[in-house]
């Protein structure tokens, strides 16, 4: 049940009290949407700040993760950038099966999409053991693991536990860039193409 009060800010609303909401108290629209944010399928997506490495060649790339810079970037990244239409977004955990066996459909994907306007990036929440942070060891093991060439990255404020408890890993989310809603979010193992081939302007 969503009960929230709102709150008008400098023309922005907010939900200031609810479980499954989050707010922005520096609003400014033309850097990214102002909310209210949710974490179900329709919902603008929090600007989260991630913490990882990408190859600056993207899906063709062939850079080795572990000479990548540790960088942050948040979701506003995206937001609004001409080249980029959609971001499929995964959380992910070493020890999950299910994620390990996602990844060649995610490479394939990437090499497809990337030129169409899609950027993926997955989060990584634990490594080998359950319930331990992931780090940069394996952001880089899991890149050369998958011969993956997106943006890997971990989630130093533990933002991806609000959409999907870690043992019903994979989550997959694509996120329109154009306003940062959630336009499809699912649970499981799932080939990227099968959710990327119905959106459109791809």
Not at 34 to 43: D, L, T, W
Not at 129 to 136: L, R
């Amino acid at each position: 049940m969503t009960v929230g009060l709102s709150l008008m800010q400098g023309g922005c609303e907010h939900i200031d009290d609810t479980a499954n909401r989050a707010r922005d108290g520096a609003c400014d629209p033309t850097k990214y949407p102002c909310g209210p944010y949710g974490y179900a399928q329709n919902s603008i997506i929090e600007n989260i700040s991630f913490l990882g490495k990408q190859d600056p060649a993207g899906a063709n790339g062939g850079a080795s993760y572990a000479t990548l810079p540790m960088q942050t970037f948040g979701l506003d990244t995206y937001y609004q950038n001409p080249a980029v239409k959609y971001v499929f977004m995964s959380g992910a955990a070493v020890w999950c099966g299910p994620c390990n066996g996602e990844q060649p459909s995610v490479k394939l994907a990437s090499l497809d999409y990337e030129a169409r306007g899609v950027r993926f990036l997955e989060a990584l929440i634990d490594t080998l053991t359950p319930e331990s942070p992931a780090t940069e060891t394996d952001i880089n093991n899991w890149a050369t693991k998958h011969h993956l060439h997106v943006g890997i990255a971990l989630d130093p404020q533990d933002k991806i536990h609000q959409f999907a408890d870690v043992a019903a890993f994979p989550l997959n989310m694509v996120v329109r860039t154009k306003d940062m809603q959630i336009v499809h979010m699912s649970v499981g193992a799932q080939d990227p193409t099968d959710i990327l081939s119905g959106l459109p302007d791809l």
